[in-house]
């Protein structure tokens, strides 16, 4: 029988766990067999970076604090080497970097997640990773806001040049 000592230890970590699950946007869930060291350690300082934390803990523990939270639809994922990857901002991050990894490793597996309280399935943790980051959406929309004003602003130009209302370098379009 554990000790008291080991019992509050370990509750203390499902109730850490269950306020930064609680905290976070997102968080990803994987069976993590088979990375090299190597790769674990290039994947553990992307994710990092990213503002994610990746944390392998016993499955009893993190199930316990799914419970906790509500996400108890992922216990059913909890079953051999598995790690959490929380998120701090970016809901996209942990899904992105981890689908990286298990594209590159056949063992690592995705195997679940959850997005705004809600526990998603594997398939759309990759879906999820597959939205363009958040500047290439920005430059997407402003493109497609542009081009509608320079096609306007070339075909102004067309009918200047027709109606002979100047050489082409005076009535050349301003841009934006």
């Not at 992307?46 to 316990?64: C, D, F, H, I, P």
């Not at 992922?74 to 051999?80: N, P, R, S, T, V």
């Not at 996209?92 to 594209?103: S, W």
């Not at 980051?133 to 067309?158: D, M, R, W």
Request: proline residues 4%; hydrophobic residues 45%.
């Amino acid at each position: 029988m554990p000790s008291n000592a080991i019992l509050e230890q370990k509750k203390q970590i499902v109730a850490d766990l269950a306020e930064m699950m609680k905290a976070s946007p997102a968080g990803v869930l994987v069976n993590y067999q088979g990375i090299t060291v190597e790769d674990d350690t290039k994947m553990r300082k992307a994710l990092r970076e990213a503002g994610v934390k990746y944390m392998v803990m016993k499955n009893s523990l993190t199930g316990r604090a799914c419970d906790e939270v509500g996400y108890g639809a992922m216990k059913e994922h909890l079953e051999g080497m598995t790690a959490i990857a929380i998120s701090e901002n970016d809901p996209i991050a942990p899904a992105k970097i981890l689908k990286t990894y298990a594209e590159k490793i056949e063992s690592f597996k995705i195997l679940a997640g959850y997005l705004d309280g809600e526990v998603i399935d594997d398939k759309t943790v990759i879906a999820l990773a597959d939205i363009p980051s958040k500047e290439v959406l920005v430059a997407k929309f402003l493109g497609s806001i542009q081009s509608p004003l320079y096609n306007f602003a070339y075909a102004i130009k067309a009918v200047a040049d027709k109606l002979g209302g100047g050489d082409a370098e005076e009535a050349a379009p301003v841009e934006a």
